[in-house]
């Protein structure tokens, strides 16, 4: 470092520096102290010569720890000399910069096609380049550079509507969280009830058992405590008779044998006197369980709520959706329909076989069916298998399936109820008048991604219902 910094120094500086620097680590003074011998050193070279003997480095006089003083002065000499040692650093370094590091004279011109400044020397290796005089070629920088600047500033604009935009979403996803806790708070407030009042019949059924074996047994007790009582009279009386004289208890003796006849039943535990365990605690969990069925339903198919237009309302349990009489707020998701006015279903199939019916009513306008996981929801497009839906619609009182034809669906009744079935593997959905069980129409397609039911349910204020499906318990 000492020795760069001397290549940089001019000639007439050099005596200063020798003045200013330290005699044991040969650089300029860090904080210097002064000793009584008037040589100076830096702190740390003082206190390391200390460690080793107390005498002076270079004139090798003893002196004591507590004798050596801040030098102050020649401290500011040291700082001053290092500022302007490096402000002519700087200088040189700027100079070499703004020189052409090729022929090392100053940059003058501007190159259009390479984008650099180039000295008078270089025009030759840019003979076939377009060369501005260098005033001429900043314009022409600051010029793309403000097309960029203002790309920028419209990004920032398009990053602020974003960020309010995730701002109003992660505010809804609060709302979902708040309302499904109360959903969820709710359902288990009434499946609670459910299982105290099933708790409390069984607990009734059981002390109702416990009675009647009770009683039954102690009506058996005390028949056996008046037998046994019967039983001590015929004894004494017997023992008195068997006193008697002989004559008098031979007289007397055919008579004390047909008393002494005992012809009730002897007391014992009867069968069933003991509760039916069975009943009560067998299985409890299983039956308890079998019977919560009485009060659950089985949906299979449920709507997504992040999929439904701002314009539909759906029902807490997501099981039905209508019109909304306003336009509702809901963040602009990618999977939300707007401004088409549909839901989908809250699983996607990629396989298999589904089922599932719709209550439409008496609504004058719907869709019902299927979708790829792709349709469009940003715009409006026309319901077709083209565009990726299989359904029938009712509209003006035409039933037709969306084919590209538009087939119209000749039916003898309105039907209320719309069964879907769905078949992916087979590449099938077929659609049933659900209350008559007709079948309506079946459309055929291979399948190649996820399909989601699908829900048009027509600006009407009667809601299209999903209809609850069967369930049944198998034992094996």
């Known amino acids: 470092m000492a020795d760069s910094m001397d290549e940089d120094m001019p000639d007439e500086t050099l005596p200063l520096r020798q003045d200013l620097t330290c005699p044991v680590c040969q650089g300029i003074f860090q904080d210097p102290v002064l000793l ?37 002065a020649l401290k500011d000499a040291c700082e001053s000399f290092l500022k302007q040692s490096n ?12 020189a052409c590091n090729l022929h090392l004279k100053p940059l003058e011109l501007y190159c ?15 003979n076939t380049h377009r060369l501005h005089p260098l005033k001429d070629g900043a314009p022409l920088c600051k010029k793309e550079l403000s097309f960029k600047v203002q790309i920028f500033e419209k990004k920032v604009d398009t990053y602020k509507k974003q960020t309010l935009k995730l701002s109003n979403a992660a505010e809804y996803v609060k709302y979902q969280a708040g309302l499904a806790e109360r959903q969820i708070k709710a359902e ?5 009830k459910v299982l105290v009042t099933e708790e409390v019949m069984r607990l009734e059924a059981l002390a109702c058992e416990e009675k009647e074996k009770l009683e039954s047994i102690q009506s058996l007790i005390d028949k056996a405590n008046r037998d046994t009582a019967a039983l001590k009279e015929l004894i004494d009386t017997l023992k008195k008779e068997m006193g008697n004289e002989d004559l008098a208890l031979v007289r007397n003796f055919q008579n004390l044998k047909r008393k002494a006849q005992w012809t009730r039943d002897d007391p014992r535990i009867p069968h069933d006197s003991l509760l039916d365990m069975g009943k009560h605690v067998g299985a409890l969990s299983y039956n308890v369980w ?13 709507l997504d709520p992040n999929t439904a237009s701002p314009w539909l309302s759906l029902s807490a349990d997501l099981t039905s959706v209508k019109e909304s009489s306003e336009r509702l707020i809901a963040p602009d998701n990618p999977e939300r329909f707007d401004p088409c006015v549909f839901v989908l279903g809250a699983q996607g199939y990629t396989s298999g076989k589904h089922r599932w019916d719709v209550l439409v009513g008496d609504n004058p306008k719907w869709i019902v069916g299927v979708c790829k996981e792709s349709v469009a929801r940003k715009k409006k497009f026309t319901v077709s298998t083209g565009r990726g839906v299989w359904a029938i619609t009712l509209s003006k009182g035409v039933y037709t399936a969306t084919t590209p034809d538009r087939t119209v669906l000749q039916l003898q009744q309105r039907p209320e109820r719309i069964r879907i079935k769905l078949n992916i593997d087979k590449g099938e959905v077929s659609f049933w008048d659900g209350g008559a069980a007709k079948h309506l129409v079946t459309l055929t397609h291979k399948f190649d991604e996820t399909m989601f ?12 219902i999903l209809a609850p499906g069967k369930m049944a318990v198998h034992t094996s």
């Not at 402000?87 to 703004?98: G, I, M, P, W, Y």
């Not at 288990?188 to 609670?192: D, G, I, M, P, S």
């Open 36 to 72: 009584p011998c008037s040589h100076s050193f830096c702190r740390e070279c003082w206190q390391k010569s200390c460690a080793v003997n107390k005498k002076c480095p270079v004139c090798r006089k003893e002196f004591k720890e507590d004798q050596a003083i801040a030098n102050r």
């Open 87 to 98: 402000l002519r650093t700087n200088q040189k370094q700027q100079a070499a910069e703004d």
């Open 112 to 126: 259009e096609k390479d984008e650099e400044p180039v000295c008078v020397d270089c025009v030759a290796l840019h």
């Open 188 to 192: 288990f407030e009434r499946l609670h």
């Open 290 to 302: 079998r019977n919560l069925q009485n009060h659950v339903k089985h949906y299979p198919v449920l």
């Open 453 to 464: 039911p699908m829900f048009g349910p027509g600006l009407h204020s009667t809601p299209m």
